[in-house]
């Protein structure tokens, strides 16, 4: 099957573009670099023109109150495009728990995106994610300086890009679920733990303080990011991860 992957020369995209291609299909990466715009909607007949499946993985440039705008535009977009061309599957990447943490800016944003698509002319999947393994150096960046980080306790469960790849390309090559998978790591951390385990892995002397205000996962209470019983688990581990 021909699969058009947008965003597909990103961090998730390019690893959905190879497996795709090794599964024996026709993944074809699109992003602004090759002409495909779906704000403007340039490039997205193109790109979709015999496609039996597209894989939405391109991301808001903020998290801020712009993000709405830039889901709800970049969606009617596509899926008006794939109505067009005959498309017969929509696949996008989300958030575990994102309609959970309405204070959020991004994540009210990315459930709009997850209403669009559902109230759609495509047949749809929805791959739901938890919080990539590769995002937890910019997430101690963001309130930290040369002797301490601050992360607030948030409980977190979080997942390598390789085998949320894997998740998305699964989905995009079989038929419409019509509804949403959810995909987590095997293990569940606070995130002030998954912090120390980092910087000891790196030689970072830095020392973490509890702060519960601290960041952009201060604003999510409970276990809203943690995957439900109903989740499809990886089994690659954090320290897995960090040592190879």
Do not use: C
Not at 9 to 36: D, Y
Request: overall charge negative; proline content about 5%; charged content about 20%.
């Amino acid at each position: 099957m021909k699969i058009a992957v947008i965003g597909g020369t990103g961090l998730i995209g390019s690893q959905v573009v190879r497996i795709l291609n090794e599964g024996g299909h026709e993944a074809v990466p699109h992003s602004p670099s090759t002409g495909v715009d779906l704000l403007s909607g340039a490039g997205i007949a193109e790109a979709l023109a015999g496609a039996g499946a597209v894989v939405n993985l391109t991301n808001s440039p903020t998290f801020d109150e712009q993000s709405p705008a830039f889901f709800q535009t970049s969606m009617d977009n596509l899926l008006a495009g794939a109505r067009d061309a005959g498309v017969g599957h929509a696949v996008i990447l989300s958030i575990v728990g994102v309609d959970q943490v309405p204070e959020l800016d991004y994540y009210r944003a990315k459930t709009l995106q997850e209403d669009v698509l559902k109230a759609g002319p495509v047949p749809y999947s929805i791959v739901r994610s938890t919080q990539f393994f590769e995002f937890m150096d910019a997430v101690l960046s963001w309130t930290s300086d040369e002797h301490t980080v601050r992360l607030p306790a948030t409980r977190v469960q979080p997942i390598a890009s390789a085998d949320i790849a894997r998740a998305v390309a699964d989905v995009a090559a079989g038929a419409p679920l019509g509804g949403t998978r959810n995909v987590a790591g095997p293990e569940v951390f606070t995130l002030d733990e998954l912090g120390r385990i980092t910087l000891e892995a790196k030689g970072d002397k830095r020392t973490v303080v509890v702060d519960d205000t601290a960041g952009m996962f201060a604003a999510v209470k409970g276990d809203a990011l943690i995957a439900g019983d109903d989740a499809v688990l990886s089994t690659t581990t954090y320290r897995e991860w960090l040592a190879r």
